[in-house]
């Protein structure tokens, strides 16, 4: 008892002495006054006869630290970007008002999970640990692969639903499924699905050109976690084998020491997954005979391929294109519940007004300068509940300038706009998530939702005799992409 | 400066004191505790330039202390009502002790969404906010909204699948579709099933009587959250299309910025998505051509609605009816894995006890006052793990008074009995979430689940022969609704 | 500054006072304490302007509290298992040290739900609350039953569909469905599906031997969260139908109170759900007419019976036997998404590496004595964040003793290898958790994955000319089960 006092007095007055030098000379916010004590309570209340907890305690305290921070960058700032004319536009200036918005991701949001020389795999933060928003994707994940030419990507296998679209270069694609081994040359616009625990590896056959894929990918084990499998790239700790002990990799292979030794690496190799690999490699991994299946058993494999631009587009004007592929072209994508769509947005235009009925939708930039408008409804559940005279939603405007690396998420019902700049066009790829039985649907423009409502319907909710409403909904004859404020004339910026 | 200082050291001194005689003389719980040092830090830290707040502050402790009293009471002790004769009754003086359980909602549970002159909807509040027993629906919301005489509700829509059940009054419900506009007429009893992301519009065509609706959604986006679209019903900032740029909605609708404003709305203008319809627009939206579709393509809808009628009650006699609608009689209800039943129940008789097997029912009270026993296990998980000396499961009583707007929860497998007063039928709307394969079975009467025990069964479970145990089990010759003991001739309270 | 200053030493002034007060008074575990002043920081550093941020913030100490409580009991000391040759083996020393590893579950994890003289039932800890590594696999629990000799386990339901494997013993097992009533007598190997909602009873109808059942259970309502619902065996509290009114329970059975409480039970009574049973009540339980089914009405009754031995062996070699069910071989398991493996493996012999794409593998030691070690990602999110530098993954061995009733939990993708003892075959059932479209891969021996991939990826991968890798990988021709080190003549610890 008089022991836990006199701990307890200790700690206190350690309190006492840290925050006030923390004070003096950091001028630290109250968040980090908070983890401070944490930590001091780590270093004074664990016992000594347990040293080893405390850089534990300690790093809870900082992951602590890090969600609150994330919470009261995000949550009390307005996500409403500035809508005045005189301010839009497509400046670097603003981008890091509009970062501030959780809907909006930028290189920061990435983390470099692989990175050499010979490319990079860069993953995209989990999306429910920005905002609890996200909550309704969290099994998802995005990603950014690039492979610099004539590289060679080690085998690997993932906790993870993949689909793959090819957004820049050209190169090979290998699956190991149970039965057979499926190669295909890919290039632009392709799409592939590679199922979770399917050994995968890919070449850039290309001399000159990077091959860029932007990936989904659907955590089958923790949600939105994503670990990967592979034996390696020459280093030993980077080989699963290489966690086994020496006998049990020597007995599964009934080899000696030295044999199992070529299985698990050697430190002087190049430690890297991305390989440099020799033009003779390059021609037999490219070889003629890939796009065939190579079938070790009887069991029929099917496809796990298609392109984006299979289908004819299911928009296209002068104004833009939209290409889609869903479950119903390629069955695969029903394993990931994902709808796959790419609009070419020509320079001075937009895409919508519009929305989708029940996927959200994460856009990646490929190509292009924008900015995307949505429309957000402001009246939140915790707003309700607190003021109790509010009768009727209200809608903010999220918007942010979009440029090649940007990713966009746009929630189920959200109406949106994307706008290509004056300079070239907007190339985005969109993967639908969660897009069993979702539908978009254009809310200006031919096939306008409000163009079905009957009269009444139009007289009662805008209050304009029904004819002076429809002239003004029926006027724009075009289908989702319509000339930009910048190709009508106007200042952009 | 020193006055803060001196607030303080007397703050923790107060602290002291407090707490060591509320120890001594209360014995008080931890959250006691916390709820007096939360007072006192209301009476200590808030200046004396801001002596108003004060009240408002302890306010604040009470309320959180009460909530987490409730949190510890709901979790170990008290969902159990007093079940000796003399206190059963329908008397209001017991409402607010029977208020504290979780499965009971009441007034105060809901939030008014919109509220006008013309209607209102009415939310309650997340199911898993209330309780973590709740989390197995936590996508799941219940809502009533009521529509006085010759109403209009503005077009909307909604994150969410919407299954609506017409409790009172008729009109006229609008679908827009991707290629067809569908309306029919609706009276007491019709089943709608409004898709995600779907525009729909509803007018109160009758002249004297109010339309109620009682509804199930399933939130597609954010678990449990509902966020509703709308283009406002002439107040801008009701309007989404307000949230876009000026020049972009301009270019969508190909317009100047006059005839855009049509769109976004005037401040002038009755601001309510409840309008009042004269009656050539009440009777254009409800003429004879309803019921039909107007294809605008050539893709088949299915029908969105049914009726609770439309099969045969499932049970029918004297003392009770049972009408049940699924995903075999109406396969939108797959959609959001809802089953719906209707209860009417004879004054002064019962409904069970029974239980389902794998949905959790939630009972809407439309008409009348009653009350509902259920048997809820007492042996949590929590209990289990501290006391390793318990070995048996315990069952409690949770119980309430019911009527008009009171929402019941019965969880998966708590048998449940539901009294009529013995002044007026009793009518029940229940939503069986998570509804995949779920049956129901009475636990007395026939067809009950004991009465298919083999006899040796029986005995070893009670401890009786089997023909005395089989006479109990065997005596009552009603299925699922039987005479309450108010009209077998005892007191009721 | 020295304004701050103050202010702190007055709240640690009070930290101490609280904190004496707190440990003199009611020993209260440190953990709370840091939670109660977590929250009175919330209170007292967020201003009344921001009242809505408090919740938040109480939320997050409750959240922080919650995962700390975690950590500690579980993941501070090392998940690695040692490695190096004189460690191995098979004593019981060693056994504390990896118990501590998340994926291996002792007797200590387990709570008796139920447990009397003639039998006990033993729940697993939920999965997630060990570790949120386990969150994909939040809704499944594993149980052990255990029964004497001629002993009967009163009819129950339960809120979860449960999976249950006859591990030893044989008996009756009675399935009450709405329609039907189905009893098989059971042996070693067969598998019941139990659905949610459907009563159950279980007669161990042998004169010597337990019956042992290793069951999964699949919660339908809150996640992870099981009830059992019975009428008890006699115990007035253990039964549901005394959480009823009297007036009710009489007037649903029509009867007197005399006769009700024959169903409600008497103190007096044996209490426990395990009955001891006459011979004639077995003789009559266990009669040739069981495994058929009993109609009650015209509905048709699948049979929610297979047994692990109904197909030929998967795999079966000198060193194991491997067989499996999976849904296209027993249909019910889809409603429960679980595969079933059940591994003999040969004294001295060990099966994989081998992993699983899809599921997650529950594995429950039945009999002999043996390890595993299985590779596991070393770079977590967490790490990947901090140190942008590391670019590879890194593998960690974890392992384990194995004995009966240890259970392993195997991760999606992660390569395990599992050896029997010198002494003794090792028996385990493997329950593959969200099975839909699982594989598993041998990563050595026949078939393995390494196989099929092209020379060049071979070569580009282990730096080694194709053929010596080959050399390497083709050496081993058996299938799954390999000699282990100890059969390779090696020491074995």
């Known amino acids: 008892m008089g022991f836990k006092a006199k701990i307890c007095v200790g700690f206190c007055l350690f309190v006492a002495t840290l ?29 000594i006869d347990q040293e080893d907890e405390k850089p534990r305690c300690i790093k809870s305290c900082e992951k602590y630290h890090k969600e609150k921070g994330k919470w009261e960058r995000e949550g009390d700032r307005g996500q409403r970007g500035d809508t005045s004319g005189s301010e839009r536009g497509w400046g670097n200036d603003r981008q890091q008002r509009y970062s501030d918005n959780p809907y909006v991701f930028e290189d920061q949001h990435f983390t470099a999970r692989l990175e050499t ?19 309704g994707i969290e099994k998802y994940r995005a990603s950014f692969l690039e492979a610099e030419p004539q590289t060679f990507i080690v085998p690997n296998y993932r906790d993870a639903e993949a689909l793959i679209f090819v957004a820049n270069g050209q190169g090979t694609i290998t699956l190991i499924e149970r039965d057979s081994r499926q190669s295909h040359n890919i290039k632009r616009g392709d799409l592939f699905h590679v199922p979770a625990g399917i050994t995968v590896y890919l070449t850039n056959t290309d001399n000159n050109e990077r091959l860029v894929l932007a990936n989904i990918l ?5 949600p939105g976690d994503l670990q990967i499998f592979s034996v390696g ?49 390059i021609r037999s991994l490219a070889g003629e005979d890939k796009g065939r299946l190579w079938p070790f058993g009887d069991r029929k494999e099917t496809s796990r391929h298609t392109s984006i631009y299979k289908n004819k587009p299911s928009v296209a004007n002068e104004n833009g294109i939209l290409h889609e592929v869903d479950s119903k072209d390629f069955p695969d994508l029903q394993d990931i519940n994902v709808a796959v769509s790419f609009f070419n947005i020509t320079r001075g235009s937009m895409a919508g007004p519009f929305y989708n009925t029940k996927a959200t939708q994460v856009l990646m930039i490929l190509n292009g300068v924008g900015r995307f408008e949505m429309a957000c409804p402001h009246l939140s559940e915790q707003t309700t509940r607190t003021h109790t005279g509010e009768i009727n939603p209200r809608y903010e405007q999220v918007s942010s300038e979009l440029r090649h690396g940007t990713v ?86």
């Open 19 to 47: 925050l006030i030098s923390a004070t003096i000379t950091l001028g630290s916010s109250e968040s980090n006054q908070e983890m401070m004590i944490c930590k001091m309570k780590c270093e004074q209340t664990i016992g």
């Open 117 to 135: 020389e010979q490319g990079n795999v860069r993953v995209l933060q989990k999306f429910s640990d920005r905002s609890e928003l996200f909550n």
């Open 218 to 222: 659907h955590s089958v084990s923790v």
């Open 233 to 281: 790239g020459g280093d030993p700790e980077s080989s699963f084998f290489n966690a086994f002990s020496h006998e049990v990799i020597e007995a599964a292979f009934n080899v000696d020491r030295e044999s199992a030794q070529k299985l698990i690496g050697q430190q002087k190799q190049q430690q890297d997954i991305f390989k440099k690999a020799t033009k003779e490699q």
């Open 408 to 493: 966009v998420v746009i929630p189920v019902g959200h109406p949106v706009v994307i706008e290509a700049s004056g300079e070239q066009n907007l190339e985005v790829i969109g993967f639908g998530l969660n897009s069993d039985e979702n539908e978009w649907f254009p809310l200006a423009g031919r096939e306008n939702v409000l163009s079905r409502w009957e009269d009444e319907a139009l007289e009662l909710t805008f209050g304009f005799p029904a004819q002076e409403v429809k002239r003004v909904i029926q006027k724009q004859n075009q289908k989702l992409f319509f000339k930009g404020p910048a190709r009508r004339g106007r200042a952009s910026g």
